[in-house]
């Protein structure tokens, strides 16, 4: 349960202020850290009943505004293994890429996440602390059941939050949950503690289940601008080889991979 003392201590009217700047059109990440109050911001969306559920709803970055044949790349780490074959040809041919890391994740390879932590190429995503869908009324997504009250969507978003902030030296930009869900009322949250909900254009492995025919031709048929997702802890999966496949071919094309930001 989160306390204030676990937190750094400011004022309600702060916490309230970055989710009025979200809604204005300000960035999330533009939004004072100090400011930021967990616990002010669960007790202010305590009574608030969502309208929507799924995967791109207002508030959720799922695409970028590209200039010519640009695409960003987004891995989930969600529990187990690293796949390094991956990360070496994402590393090999310069591409950048969000690394989405879930805290099961960082417990089974704290090393390697500072390493990445340490690479330029590379941005620490939150991917939440257990890894379910965000949710304050408990509401599922393939059969996993959503965290089931504000408070518990402060603590999915936060505690993950406060570790990598201490991995990387700063704040995570972007939150993906657990399989990708969100209500309406949880995208509120993520903005008012400060990060960017991020969604994604292309679903480039299912899960880690698809070959890696598949994988390949689901990135090279992605649209520009669109944001692909995939996985990163499935080393025997067909994601890597894909990948592997696609990137060269594609650079060799003319494409570029950016941030989800489209940023070089």
């Known amino acids: 349960m989160i306390t204030r003392r676990a937190f750094l201590t400011a004022t309600a009217v702060g916490s309230i202020a970055a989710g009025y700047a979200w ?14 109050d967990p616990p002010s911001v669960a007790m202010t969306n305590k009574r608030r009943t969502p309208a929507q559920w799924g995967m791109a709803l207002p508030g959720i970055t799922t695409s970028f505004a590209a200039v010519g044949r640009q695409i960003a790349l987004t891995f989930d780490a969600c529990d187990g293994a690293c796949d390094d074959a991956l990360l070496d040809t994402l590393q090999r041919n310069g591409v950048p890429a969000v690394l989405m890391l879930n805290s099961k994740w960082l417990d089974k390879n704290p090393d390697r996440a500072r390493q990445l932590a340490g690479n330029p190429l590379f941005e620490i995503g939150n991917h939440g602390t257990r890894h379910v ?132």
């Open 23 to 36: 809604r204005a059109g300000v960035p999330a990440a533009h939004a004072d850290p100090n400011a930021i």
């Open 133 to 264: 869908p965000l949710s304050v009324t408990g509401r599922s997504a393939y059969g996993i059941a959503g965290t089931r009250s504000a408070d518990e969507v402060v603590n999915e978003v936060w505690g993950n939050h406060q570790r990598l902030t201490a991995l990387t030296g700063r704040a995570p930009t972007w939150f993906r949950p657990g399989t990708a869900h969100y209500d309406d009322v949880a995208v509120e949250i993520v903005h008012e503690l400060g990060e960017q909900p991020l969604g994604f254009t292309v679903n480039a492995d299912n899960g880690a289940t698809a070959s890696a025919a598949a994988v390949r031709s689901n990135v090279m048929n992605a649209a520009p601008g669109s944001i692909v997702i995939a996985h990163m802890n499935h080393p025997q999966s067909g994601t890597h080889a894909g990948f592997a496949d696609a990137i060269p071919a594609m650079q060799t094309a003319g494409w570029q991979f950016v941030t989800p930001t489209g940023r070089v």
